[in-house]
């Protein structure tokens, strides 16, 4: 690899490192979040006020973005790396581009974090999911969710998205503008396509508890595999097989 690229990838590993810290941290409760608040009972009104404080939508929106952070650079370097190889003629201007496109893919996914912690709240308000592990308490609504996201993973916008991510090389000869301006084009391009491929399968962590930190990397496997997966092997359809497969356990159980 060039030099520029060498610094992307320290770069790239130590975020990734210190994301996955904080979530370890997390996990073993060694560090405040919104899931080791003290609330009362399920759907009282002093719970469906409390999740709307500052102090609870705070905590939770960090959570949510550090957990973007984790999951999905992991699963964006390569198209971050090619784009540093496709920078590294401009000069010192030209290289940190690359930095400024993947800071846009992240807001991207920060802007995500935002709309996930809203629907934590309401969720938590209503008493759908436990207040400590976040997760969905309600069987139906679990499996309706299973087979929302396995029919996602079947539908036209899902195989368009994931064409896009599957490809980062032809994503940024495309889409390749020079400059600052044309980074944070790029990485809101990109990162809006990789929303689209993601999105339902990062909502599957309220099945298992938003902080299960076992979940958080399975489903951090997935999307590295969907990903880069030989198209041979249909990643897509056996992800949705299994989901369909375990809402129908789920219901049956």
């Known amino acids: 690899m060039a030099h520029d690229q060498r610094v992307v990838v320290?770069?790239?590993?130590l975020m990734c490192g210190l994301a996955w810290y904080w979530l370890w941290r997390s996990a073993a409760g060694a560090m405040p979040g919104p899931g080791t608040m003290p609330m009362p009972g399920m759907a009282s009104p002093a719970r469906s006020a409390g999740v709307w404080t500052l102090a609870y939508l705070a905590p939770a929106f960090a959570m949510w973005a550090i957990m973007m952070v984790a999951m999905m650079l992991p699963s964006a370097a390569p198209v971050i790396l090619l784009h540093a190889a496709f920078s590294q003629r401009g000069g010192g201007a030209a290289r940190l581009a690359t930095f400024v496109f993947a800071a846009t893919y992240l807001l991207v996914w920060i802007a995500f974090a935002a709309f996930a912690t809203i629907a934590q709240a309401l969720l938590v308000a209503g008493g759908l999911a436990d207040a400590a592990t976040l997760a969905l308490g309600n069987r139906?609504?679990?499996?309706?969710?299973?087979v929302a996201t396995a029919l996602y993973q079947l539908s036209g916008l899902k195989?368009?998205?994931?064409?896009?991510c599957r490809?980062?090389?032809g994503f940024l000869i495309q889409h390749w503008r020079p400059g600052y301006r044309g980074a944070v084009r790029m990485g809101w391009i990109h990162g809006t396509y990789c929303v689209g491929c993601?999105?339902?399968?990062m909502l599957l962590l309220f099945?298992?508890?938003?902080?299960n930190l076992a979940l958080i990397f399975l489903i951090t496997a997935v999307v590295?595999?969907?990903?880069y997966a030989p198209p041979i092997l249909h990643p897509r359809r056996l992800i949705a097989t299994i989901l369909f497969l375990a809402a129908a356990a789920l219901l049956l159980a």
């Open 224 to 227: 590295v595999i969907e990903k």
């Open 159 to 164: 195989n368009v998205c994931l064409s896009k």
């Open 198 to 201: 993601c999105a339902l399968l």
């Open 140 to 146: 139906a609504i679990v499996a309706g969710l299973l």
């Open 10 to 13: 320290g770069c790239l590993v």
């Open 207 to 211: 099945v298992g508890g938003v902080m």
């Open 167 to 169: 490809a980062p090389t």
